[in-house]
């Protein structure tokens, strides 16, 4: 029945344009007589870029297509230009893209009927000579002849929300046009968005962050001749990128490229959440890497929040929503996404006539906060005055007293919390049963134990039977080897961690909470945050991840993927992290020789991932939070992986590091290849810290001396390896061990990852099976030591 209706699907189109044809395979130029539909793509030349019908990755949008161009080499859907941002198409087999009699490139759908999307040029009097090209730059241009010099219309005019290396970001003197990025309007709809860049409308030679094309809320600062002087990280002196700003008769403009063909996939984007953003795609880790975003503060991002919420500046989830009040789109929510909002729970009594007896609403405080946006101030005299006025108009919805009387209607946006030492408090208007010591409390309480007693063993009863249910059974699709995935329904998960009540940490991927199965098992429930990839890709990548065994590795155990929910599930570590024993206050120092084996350990387990695997896993974050210890000290790296699943973000490191490098490797951050190299690097700074016991930048004080990995060099080429540790650590230190130890992390911390030596080979060292020259003084560390204070890290 498909196949028959999709033939005549087919015929029907084929008939009226019999004579238009298909481009021919990997073609990059469309031209007068031809059509592309259906799957069909032009190809850029060198391969990179491809341009042709999408669906956005993210789930929950089928049946919505459109033109786009993307990178034809890459695995994770990276659209950098959509035509019919506005208008989706619902079937791309019977819509095509033609040069149209009028010399346009056209869109048309149901079988031409009717016309999508146009270029819109004029005047055309050459249809037949008319082409359009896909670039190697990404630009797709409509031409004559297939002479790229003449451009009747090009992708790289019309921006939606990326702006390619070669491209300008320019605003025309003449017609005070400026090109100008706008975010896509969620992850899912390409839609034009809130939040836009562009070069400064009033003339000044800065690009600046907007809010539905009227409120600025960031500004680069003016060009200073090699930088912007609030961006110095984007200088003409970055190892990695050529940054270029020109002003002259005609036009002002910003443009960047890449100064090594290991960085070309580069791009620069307005993200959905408001952020300027630009990441490089790093081959090794098959992985996106974010090296810049603006704001530095999130919070600064103007709606980030949407209404009704709260913006902190913390690592992990930035909004939260008040009190009271539940997202609007849990799924963008999930997908980093928060500037929906939040709506109210349950309905204010105000404004609802009920009865005589109806509660009033009541008031919620909320302390040390940055008041929200668009406050009224009126003349009342004092709080109590104030709450008054707000009460009686239905759409006040909170009041605030600090002198003055101010109030709020309808929405409350732009709320932050603990800014800056604020001392402002905010009461939001809520409806009486969302608050305690209402006069139904106890009548509540009593409901709820005796439900509980009802319900709670009932339920858990369901879910062993469910679990023993589901214990021999494979998910088909998922490795069938030893380790065979339990997929999870999150319903399962919310069980199992009592409502995600028990947080064992944070870390940059998500949360973790504690879970016992019914089993008795103790597991770690692993909530990720910022996971933009489809069902199926995360199914494949977890398949991948759980079918890697290593007694150093920790072990998944399953995984959920629901809607935009993607958890994972992995056994839990009786001991904990490692940063818990090295730098807590738990009294029992590891002994050398319990922190000797952690050290060859871990070795182990990235030799593993960089040379036994079968694909090559960088694991990019290597750092004692992530090595997790069993009830016999035995370490087990976590996290390895999710780097490709996610994608890292590293461009927030340079306000947090405060000029230390903490475990990152240079090339992160001056925009080098990551190579395997880079866990080296991180093992190196991790090892310094295994080998003191304490943090490499706790022996920081003004004097570079007290800089451990420099000091441990110094000391290891003087050979007095055993002055470096206090006595009642260097008890029963062999000095061989501490002196190979020493030498590997020396060799591990230098610049140029070369030099580095492999994983495989700090094994052998490190188990005396080879021995290692003596290193030099690392001198980018060196260098780091001695200008702390500086906000350098571009070397
Ligand atoms: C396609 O064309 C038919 C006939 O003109 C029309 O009834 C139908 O609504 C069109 N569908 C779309 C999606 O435009
Ligand atoms: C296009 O042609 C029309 C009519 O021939 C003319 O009025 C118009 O100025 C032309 N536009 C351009 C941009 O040349
Ligand atoms: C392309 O167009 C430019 C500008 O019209 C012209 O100078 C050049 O000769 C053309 N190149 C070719 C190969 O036709
Ligand atoms: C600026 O716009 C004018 C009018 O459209 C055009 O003639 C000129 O070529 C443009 N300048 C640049 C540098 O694009
Ligand atoms: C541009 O000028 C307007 C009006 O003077 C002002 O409100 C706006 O903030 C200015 N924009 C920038 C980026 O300075
Ligand atoms: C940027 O330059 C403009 C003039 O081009 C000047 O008015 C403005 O004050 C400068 N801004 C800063 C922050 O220096
Ligand atoms: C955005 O701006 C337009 C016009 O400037 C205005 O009509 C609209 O209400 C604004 N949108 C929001 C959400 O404030
Ligand atoms: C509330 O009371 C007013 C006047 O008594 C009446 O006109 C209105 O319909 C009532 N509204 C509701 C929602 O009951
Ligand atoms: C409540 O406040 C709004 C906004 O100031 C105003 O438009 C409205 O008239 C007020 N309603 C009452 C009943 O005072
Ligand atoms: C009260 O807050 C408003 C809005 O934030 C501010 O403009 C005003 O100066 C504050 N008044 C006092 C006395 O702090």
Known sequence: MANWRYLCAMSLLLLPLSLQQSPSQASDTLTANQQLSGNQKLISQDGNFALGFFQPAVEGLNGKWYIGIWYNKIPVQTVVWVANREKPISDPASSNLIISDDGNLVLLENHSKSQTWSTNIKNNTRVTSTVAMLLDTGNLVVTYDSNTSIALWQSFDDLTNTWLPGNKLSRN??????????????????????????????????????????????????????????????????????????????????????????????????????????????????????????????????????????????????????????????????????????????????????????????????????????????????????????????????????????????????????????????????????????????????????????????????????FSHRRGRRISGMNQGDGSLISFKYRDLQFITRNFSERLGAGSFGSVFRGVLPNTTVVAVKKLEGLHQGDKQFRAEVSTIGSIHHINLIRLLGFCSEGAKRLLVYECMPNGSLDKHLFGSSSTTLSWKIRYQIAVGIAKALAYLHEECRDCIIHCDIKPQNILLDASFVPKVADFGLAKLLGRDFSRVLTSMRGTVGYLAPEWISGGAITTKADVFSYGMMLFEIISGKRNLEHTDSRMETFFPVLAARKLLQGEVMTLLGKELMNGVPERELERACKVACWCVQYDDSSRPTMGEIVKVLEGVIDVEMPPIPRYLEAIAECSESRILFP
Not at 217 to 235: D, I, M, Q, R
Not at 318 to 338: A, M, R, T, V, Y
Not at 350 to 362: A, I
Not at 396 to 410: D, E, F, K, R, S
């Open 173 to 466: 003197k003449t017609t005070g046009v400026a090109k100008r990025m706008i975010s896509w309007r969620d992850r899912s709809d390409p839609a034009p968005g809130m939040f836009s860049l562009e070069l400064d409308p009033n003339g000044s030679s800065q690009y600046v962050l907007l809010w539905n094309n009227s409120v600025l809320y960031w500004a680069s600062g003016n060009w200073t001749g090699n930088s912007f002087s609030g961006v110095p990280e984007l200088s003409t002196t970055n190892s990695g990128y050529t940054f270029q700003f020109v002003d002259n008769d005609e036009e002002t403009y910003f443009t960047y490229t890449a100064k090594n063909d290991a960085l070309r996939f580069l791009r620069n984007f307005v993200d959905v959440s408001g952020l300027s953003q630009a990441s490089v795609w790093i081959e090794a880790s098959q992985a996106w890497n974010t090296f810049f975003t603006q704001p530095k503060f999130k919070c600064s991002v103007y709606g980030m929040c949407g209404e009704n919420s709260i913006c902190s500046e913390n690592d992990a989830s930035s909004c939260s929503c008040l009190k009271g009040f539940i997202e609007n789109n849990p799924n963008n929510w999930e997908l980093d996404d928060h500037t929906s909002g939040c709506r109210r729970h349950v309905p204010l009594k105000c404004g609802n006539n009920g009865s005589v007896n109806t509660e009033q609403d009541k008031f919620y405080l909320i302390g040390s906060v940055k008041l929200p946006d668009n406050a009224h101030s009126t003349d009342a005299a004092n709080v109590h005055a104030c709450e008054l006025t707000c009460l009686n108009n239905c759409s006040c919805i909170a009041y605030a007293h600090n002198g003055t009387c101010l109030v709020w209607y309808n929405h409350l946006m732009n709320m932050r919390d603990n800014f800056g030492g604020s001392s402002d408090s905010i009461f939001i208007r809520l409806a009486a049963s969302e608050l305690p010591n209402s006069g139904t409390k106890k009548w509540w309480i009593a409901v709820i134990i005796i439900g509980g007693l009802i319900i709670v063993p009932g339920s858990f009863g369901v879910t062993i039977l469910y």
